[in-house]
Every structure is written in C-alpha cells, then in structure tokens.
C-alpha cells in the first residue's frame, strides 16, 4: 500500500475553503453586533434629542436654572454655571434666540461610548451650525455595579457664518 500526499493544489484549495468559512464568520459577527446595538442606539438617539429640547427650552426662556437640566457640572458648582451661563449669554448676544432645527445628525459610538450632535439650526439673528458632545454621567453603585447616568452636554460649541463663538 501506499500513502498519497496532498499535492500543491488540494491544499491550497481546503485553505481557501478555510479563508471563505473565517470570513463568512467574521462578517456575520460583525453585522450581528452592528445591527443588534440598533435598539440601543435608537433609544440613546432619541435621549439625546430630548437632551439638546431642554437645553434649546432653557435658552430661550433665558433660564440658565432650565438649561442646566442639560449641562454637565452646572448645577454641581456656582463656578461652573457662571462659565456655561457667560457662554449662553454671548451666543444669545451673537444669534439671538433660537428658533428651529433645520437639519441634524446625531452619531453613536459605542465603544468608547460618545454622543456627538450636529445640528444647522435657525436662529433670530441667522442660521448657525450648534455641535454638541453628550456623554453619559456614571450614576451611583448597585449590587457593587455603576450604573449609567443621564446624558448630559459636555461640550457646546456654535458656528455662525465660519466663526466660532468661542466659550471662555
């Protein structure tokens, strides 16, 4: 008897068989993540809609105590409510109140986690481009595990024909 190797191209065609069943597996993984975080991604899409609402409420009523519902820190230190409520006050100045959003995109990264809004938004005085960063505010420990907290607005920044107001 006698034994038979595998030539040249009966390897090459189980690696190839091998290759299309690892990227057959791969792209199934990944359209199962991409597409199982949709729920969740929608949820915290429509948080953050609500979350920008407050804000817009509490600017326009000229309630920094309203908006504050939306700023990370505000309401934590009298140092940081003066910053956010300066900041307000000289986009107020700039573009007067607001009014409507005219077009947004709100992007979703789940890891690491960030909420980033973009926003071209009508204003008394113009159009301007509103950017806000949103991020998740850690909530207290239960069963020894954080929770996640509201969103809250990091980061507010407003561009109205190319300059930026600028937060001191």
Not at 13 to 35: D, N, P, R, T, V
């Amino acid at each position: 008897m006698t034994e038979r190797t595998p030539t040249t191209k009966q390897i090459a065609k189980w690696l190839g068989i091998l290759g299309l069943a690892y990227l057959a597996l791969f792209a199934s993984l990944w359209a199962y993540a991409e597409y199982s975080s949709s729920p969740f991604r929608e949820e915290k899409k429509r948080e953050a809609e609500s979350v920008v609402q407050t804000f817009h409420d509490g600017y326009n009523a000229d309630q920094i105590g309203k908006a504050c519902e939306a700023l990370y820190g505000c309401s934590l230190s009298s140092l940081a409510r003066e910053g956010w409520n300066s900041y307000i006050n000289r986009v107020r100045d700039r573009a007067g109140s607001f009014r409507t959003v005219k077009t947004s995109k709100i992007r979703i990264s789940i890891e690491p986690f960030s909420v980033r809004a973009t926003l071209v938004s009508s204003f008394e005085k113009g159009e301007a481009t509103e950017t806000f960063e949103l991020d998740e505010i850690d909530g207290p420990l239960k069963d020894g595990i954080r929770n996640h907290g509201p969103l809250k607005i990091m980061s507010y920044q407003v561009e109205i024909n190319g300059e930026c107001i600028a937060a001191k």
